[in-house]
């Protein structure tokens, strides 16, 4: 899952953005609102995290720029602006939720899974492979009821093709969901990393098909050969 965290301080934002990685988020940063217009309207993310005292451009033209461009890009408002009258405006404009700075970790983490939960699989966290199922908010996946042990990089893998069943999807665009912009990765990198999840969905009967000179798709389990 990708995440925009726009932030312009920069000891806020290092922070928030480390551990939001480690809960196994992509996260890019946008340290003003001209960058963050440019970002949400050049890039797909699964949720932004938007600070509304931005220097350029204030967050809450960013957001309605957003909402103006159609984009449906879940949106958390995270600003110590504590109004009563601020609030209802931001929300009116099309903001997901407000969070009131300073805010518990836990708290934030919270409300990040519940909005990338009800933007990409409605109420249900749970995908259904066959006989593999995946949690979505919880990161896990289990086979015949077993948990499957999977590497951070192969869950994010394994999420990606599994919302996208039966649609072919490019190096690119794993490279895009699974990595941050300014981090070294190399297409045979997706290759490995694929070949192995290959190998630990294979007693499924799951497929992750190659298409050669496109990318890759997972085959839906019941319409495998």
Request: aromatic letters at 6%; glycine letters at 8%; proline letters at 4%.
């Amino acid at each position: 899952m990708r995440i925009l965290l726009v932030e312009d301080d920069a000891l806020l934002a290092d922070g928030l953005a480390r551990a939001l990685r480690q809960s196994g988020y992509v996260v890019e940063v946008a340290g003003d609102g001209v960058s963050a217009d440019r970002w949400l309207a050049a890039e797909a993310f699964d949720l932004t995290v938007l600070d509304l005292g931005l220097p350029g451009l204030d967050g809450s033209k960013v957001l309605q720029r957003l909402r103006e461009r159609r984009q449906l890009t879940p949106v958390l408002v995270l600003s110590a602006r504590q109004a009563l009258e601020e609030r209802v405006r931001v929300l009116d404009l099309g903001a997901d939720d407000y969070v009131v700075k300073p805010v518990a970790l836990a708290e934030l983490e919270a409300r990040v899974r519940a909005l990338i939960r009800r933007g990409q699989t409605g109420p249900d966290p749970m995908i259904r492979l066959g006989r593999v199922e995946l949690d979505t908010v919880g990161k896990r996946a289990w086979l015949d009821g077993r948990a499957l042990e999977l590497t951070a990089r192969e869950w994010a893998a394994l999420e990606f093709l599994a919302g996208r069943v039966n649609r072919i999807v490019t190096k690119e665009q794993i490279m895009q969901a699974l990595y941050r912009w300014d981090e070294e990765i190399t297409p045979n990198a997706i290759e490995k990393f694929v070949s192995r999840l290959r190998g630990k969905l294979e007693p499924a009967g799951i497929t992750i098909r190659t298409v050669r000179g496109l990318g890759y798709y997972l085959e839906k389990p019941d319409a495998a050969a």
